[in-house]
């Protein structure tokens, strides 16, 4: 059945069954839904706080808004990663039909040993932003009290501390028991994004595994170019005729090592991020999936429970009615937050894919402008009599 976003645009459900279609797929306009955007989130200027008990991290996020919903045109406040967490862990709670975007993982990335370097913090920056611009382009989940809350207290401790009593009320309004109740089968169309979800986040899994490899033995060649290099200019101070030449290798060398440290610093802040969001974006919609599938079990158990007392009844009882109208929702917001996804997909995977072009095409054309540029210096050249 096509479905509606409450502006009216229609839904399309479809989704492909598989990640082959995955490149596919990257066609999309640069503007995604055209909507006039009245919310801006930044998050920016991280700050090292060296306490008795810990060191942490914070970043001032500043947001710039017209909705009538503020009090101020602006607002600026600083947050820990503990914070985007508990928003996030909020936004799960009161939201539980929608797809909460991913946060970076809270642990130190594999083989960075400073969580507090700068590249490490940078890094995390830029994925702090991405999940409250991902939040704020949401039409539901940028409405959240929860993320109004966030953006606007200056001191957020004491909404945790209070438990926000208020706004739990709303999360409470939408919190569901499933009972152990078990669901027989997924409709088509929630099946194919199931599968979907699977495959993609197996690729993208294989395709991380190697890529850090790649950018490993990339390193590693790295650390023998830097070896390679003085030894031709070494040589060069030995032998006075081939000096010239000599030099102008180990400065091709050098100029290659300074070549491939870009690409694989390019590598390592730009593609990596990207394919662990979406590894991690993918169990978040997977999680969404369950929860669907678990309204649904619950419904099914309620409708042969009222079959087997064999009753004449009137109309559906109202718990029904209630469970019933859940799994609409759960359908509804599923599949809009889907489309939006697949979108955002496309577009991010686009950019990422031309990005990681053109820094190879990049390094090749610096590489083979500096042999090129010793050429002349190795050609054989008249001897003077």
């Not at 989130?41 to 947001?63: A, F, G, N, S, W």
């Not at 991010?348 to 010793?374: H, P, V």
Request: with cysteine; net charge negative.
């Amino acid at each position: 059945q096509d479905l509606s976003l409450p502006n009216g645009t229609p839904v399309d459900t479809s989704s492909p069954a598989s990640s082959s279609s995955l490149l596919n797929r990257l066609q999309l306009d640069d503007d995604l839904d055209g909507e006039t955007r009245d919310l801006f989130v930044t998050v920016d200027d991280p700050k090292k706080h060296v306490c008795t008990m810990e060191t942490y991290i914070t970043y001032r996020v500043t947001t710039k808004t017209t909705r009538a919903e503020f009090d101020l045109p602006e607002y600026s406040v600083r947050r820990r990663y503990q914070d985007f967490d508990w928003l996030r862990n909020k936004l799960e709670e009161s939201q539980p039909t929608h797809l909460i975007p991913p946060l970076p993982e809270k642990f130190v990335v594999k083989g960075v040993v400073d969580r507090f370097s700068e590249e490490f913090v940078e890094t995390r920056r830029k994925a702090l932003d991405k999940f409250l611009k991902r939040i704020t382009d949401h039409p539901v989940l940028s409405f959240n009290e929860h993320f109004s809350v966030f953006l606007t207290a200056k001191d957020l401790n004491a909404y945790k501390k209070q438990g926000m009593a208020l706004l739990s009320k709303m999360g409470e309004s939408v919190k569901y028991v499933t009972g152990g109740y078990k669901l027989r089968s997924r409709p088509l169309e929630f099946a194919a994004i199931g599968e979907y979800l699977d495959t993609f986040s197996l690729k993208l899994g294989t395709i991380d595994r190697i890529a850090q490899r790649i950018i490993k033995e990339q390193l590693e060649y790295l650390v023998e170019l830097r070896e390679y290099g003085p030894v031709y200019s070494t040589w060069g101070g030995l032998e006075v005729e081939l000096s010239e030449p000599l030099e102008g290798v180990s400065a091709c060398v050098g100029n290659c090592c300074t070549a491939l440290e870009e690409l694989s610093e390019d590598m390592t802040e730009d593609f990596l991020p990207v394919l662990r969001e979406y590894i991690l974006y993918s169990e978040s919609m997977k999680n969404v999936l369950k929860k669907r599938d678990q309204v649904q079990a619950e419904y099914e158990a309620k409708l042969e429970a009222v079959a087997l007392k064999k009753e004449d009844r009137p109309k559906v009882p109202t718990d029904i009615e209630k469970c019933q109208d859940r799994v609409e929702c759960f359908n509804a917001d599923l599949k809009a937050d889907m489309e939006r996804w697949q979108n955002n997909k496309r577009q991010d995977f686009r950019q990422l894919l031309m990005g990681m072009a053109d820094k190879n095409i990049q390094y090749y054309e610096k590489c083979l402008t500096a042999w090129e540029s010793i050429i002349p210096l190795l050609q054989d050249k008249p001897e003077t009599k």
